[in-house]
């Protein structure tokens, strides 16, 4: 059986990307991890790709955010992916990107509640008494792609911001790993 092509993004610490490059690496996933491609410099990512021996290209933000989007369309087109992976990448893809390469997101809330870049906090800031993790397909909107997979989790009275999205990335991270294994089938069959 052939192995899918995955391009994994990610823009921070990368324990999210380092549960996917495992999966990888062991055969849960029948995959090979062709390419990171993160936009921060000096992010703990690039040396976890580093250590699994996963190329990567660093493509910072530019002044000009056209020029940006076109050098991660070139980046994607001569990697030539089967699917990317956005594992905690904190920018939002031109839509000719999302549009050509199948791309899919983790998001730590219950989408369509809490939507972008705070979810955590935001999920706190409500007074909600529930959270957890979404996997999605990624549009032209801010997480607004059709959901795949969703997790929840019960919110604590003593969680703080950070002590919940820790508890949210726990989940995060198994459920993307299963949530793979699911979509890879279905790629290399076709």
Known sequence: MRKARLVVLASGNGSIAQSIFDAATSGVLAADIVGLICDKPGAQ????AQDCNIESFLIPMKSDRKLWDEEVFKKLESLQPDLVISAGFMRILASDTVSRFRTVNSHPALLPLFPGAHAVRDALAAG????????????SGVDTGEVIAQEAIEIAPID????????????????????????LTDLVRS
């Open 45 to 48: 990512v690039l040396t976890r």
């Open 128 to 139: 909600a008494t529930q959270t957890g993790t979404t996997i999605h397909w990624v549009d």
């Open 160 to 183: 703080t911001e950070d002590s919940l999205h820790e508890r949210i990335k726990i989940v995060e991270r198994r459920l993307y790993v299963a949530t793979l294994q699911l979509l």
